[in-house]
């Protein structure tokens, strides 16, 4: 077997040097905020979630955006490796799904409780799905709780199905006093009369459904 020359070997030990910050750097997230959004459900959805994290970024705090993953894996990347994760997508009446294929009458895919990466190290989650923090009454899981017990710091999901329009609203005001250094717990408290004073109590069984799980005095400072 030929030998390698110490020039060579010295070459082979720079590149490798160079290599491995650049794959640890592209296989996570690190800090990044995730912004997931689910074009071929929603009419103007980029724009609705694009909003959401225009907050953020005017803190400058990351903001990434990216299209709704159609494989558990993919969403199970961005539960694991992102600082906190919005996403918005169809549920299922039976509870505590995210669909990623089909709609919430025929879903080809979905990512239920069970798929919920463990050991994660994440600060906040917000399902915008219907029945996102609905336990499931045959597996006996709820998708919140269970992201709430394999790491992450505060999840925010609904209860039971709720109009699109006013979880916009809702969102856009909980996510503009979160970016400005508010808690979880106020910043929900501040949406909720924003929606009350704005439609005049109309949306209050919207209200009940807002579920919020774990650490509601987590802050982004």
């Known amino acids: 077997m030929r030998k390698l020359s110490a020039n060579k070997m010295l070459i082979i030990v720079v590149i490798a040097v160079l290599l491995i910050p650049a794959v ?60 906190s994760v919005y996403i918005s997508t169809h549920g299922i009446a039976d509870g505590s799904v995210l669909v990623l294929d089909g709609t919430d009458i025929s879903p080809t895919l979905i990512f239920n409780a069970s798929d919920v990466p463990k050991s994660m190290e994440c600060k906040l ?16 899981k ?16 609904y209860t039971e199905s709720v109009s699109n329009t006013v979880s916009k609203e809702f969102e856009r005001e909980f996510y503009s006093r979160l970016s400005k250094g508010e808690s ?23 209200l009940n459904s807002v579920g919020a799980f774990g650490n509601q005095g987590l802050t982004w400072e």
Request: aromatic residues 16%; contains cysteine.
């Open 24 to 83: 640890r750097a592209d296989a996570t997230m690190g800090n990044i905020n995730s912004f997931i959004y689910s074009s071929d459900y929603f009419n103007s959805e980029y724009s609705k979630v694009n909003y959401i994290a225009q907050c953020f970024r005017n803190k400058g705090i990351s903001a990434v955006m990216t299209e709704r993953p159609k494989s558990v894996y993919g969403l199970q990347q961005y539960f694991k490796n992102s600082e």
């Open 125 to 140: 989650a917000y399902l915008s799905a219907c029945y996102s923090a609905k336990t499931n009454i045959s597996t006996r």
């Open 142 to 157: 709820n998708l919140c709780s269970t992201l709430i017990s394999n790491g992450y710091k505060v999840v925010v999901g």
């Open 184 to 206: 979880v717990y106020s910043s929900l408290v501040g949406a909720k009369n924003y929606i009350r004073d704005n439609y005049n109590n109309f949306y209050d069984g919207f």
